[in-house]
Protein backbone atom coordinates (compact mmCIF):
# COMPACT_ATOMS: atom_id res chain seq x y z
CA UNK A 1 0.00 0.00 0.00
CA UNK A 2 1.55 3.30 -0.69
CA UNK A 3 -0.20 6.59 0.73
CA UNK A 4 0.47 10.06 1.12
CA UNK A 5 -0.40 10.68 4.94
CA UNK A 6 2.66 10.39 6.40
CA UNK A 7 1.52 10.20 10.19
CA UNK A 8 1.47 6.17 9.94
CA UNK A 9 1.77 4.25 13.12
CA UNK A 10 1.61 0.92 13.63
CA UNK A 11 -0.05 -0.79 16.27
CA UNK A 12 -2.42 -3.61 17.54
CA UNK A 13 -6.56 -3.86 17.63
CA UNK A 14 -7.45 -3.82 21.47
CA UNK A 15 -11.13 -3.59 20.79
CA UNK A 16 -13.37 -3.32 17.86
CA UNK A 17 -17.50 -1.78 19.57
CA UNK A 18 -19.81 -1.55 16.75
CA UNK A 19 -22.88 0.89 16.78
CA UNK A 20 -25.62 1.24 14.87
CA UNK A 21 -23.67 2.68 11.66
CA UNK A 22 -20.50 3.56 12.98
CA UNK A 23 -17.57 1.55 15.08
CA UNK A 24 -14.87 2.57 17.24
CA UNK A 25 -11.95 0.80 17.15
CA UNK A 26 -8.96 0.86 19.84
CA UNK A 27 -5.61 0.31 18.92
CA UNK A 28 -2.56 0.01 21.03
CA UNK A 29 0.17 2.37 19.47
CA UNK A 30 3.03 1.18 22.71
CA UNK A 31 3.94 3.04 25.39
CA UNK A 32 0.26 3.10 27.14
CA UNK A 33 -1.25 4.98 24.50
CA UNK A 34 -4.35 3.82 22.87
CA UNK A 35 -5.56 5.21 19.66
CA UNK A 36 -9.60 5.38 18.59
CA UNK A 37 -10.95 5.94 14.87
CA UNK A 38 -14.25 6.09 14.35
CA UNK A 39 -14.81 4.33 11.25
CA UNK A 40 -18.09 2.73 9.29
CA UNK A 41 -19.56 -0.88 9.66
CA UNK A 42 -19.11 -1.35 6.23
CA UNK A 43 -15.58 -0.50 6.65
CA UNK A 44 -14.85 -2.79 9.85
CA UNK A 45 -16.70 -5.52 7.86
CA UNK A 46 -14.81 -4.94 4.51
CA UNK A 47 -11.39 -4.83 6.65
CA UNK A 48 -12.25 -7.91 8.63
CA UNK A 49 -11.03 -6.04 12.23
CA UNK A 50 -10.91 -7.51 14.88
CA UNK A 51 -8.84 -7.90 18.11
CA UNK A 52 -5.11 -8.97 18.08
CA UNK A 53 -5.16 -7.47 14.40
CA UNK A 54 -1.98 -5.56 13.77
CA UNK A 55 -2.87 -2.55 11.99
CA UNK A 56 -1.29 1.14 10.71
CA UNK A 57 -3.21 4.05 12.42
CA UNK A 58 -3.10 6.86 9.66
CA UNK A 59 -3.57 10.18 10.55
CA UNK A 60 -4.78 12.86 8.62
CA UNK A 61 -5.87 16.09 10.13
CA UNK A 62 -6.27 19.84 9.04
CA UNK A 63 -6.24 21.17 12.24
CA UNK A 64 -4.73 19.66 15.96
CA UNK A 65 -6.03 20.83 19.33
CA UNK A 66 -3.61 21.30 21.95
CA UNK A 67 -5.52 21.42 25.69
CA UNK A 68 -4.03 22.15 28.87
CA UNK A 69 -5.12 21.83 32.42
Do not use: F, P, Y
Not at 1 to 14: E, F, L, T, Y
Not at 15 to 36: L, N, P, W, Y
Amino acid sequence: MRISARNQIKGKVVEVTKGATTSHVRVDIGGGQIVTSAITNEAVDELALKKGDNVIAVIKASDVMIAVN
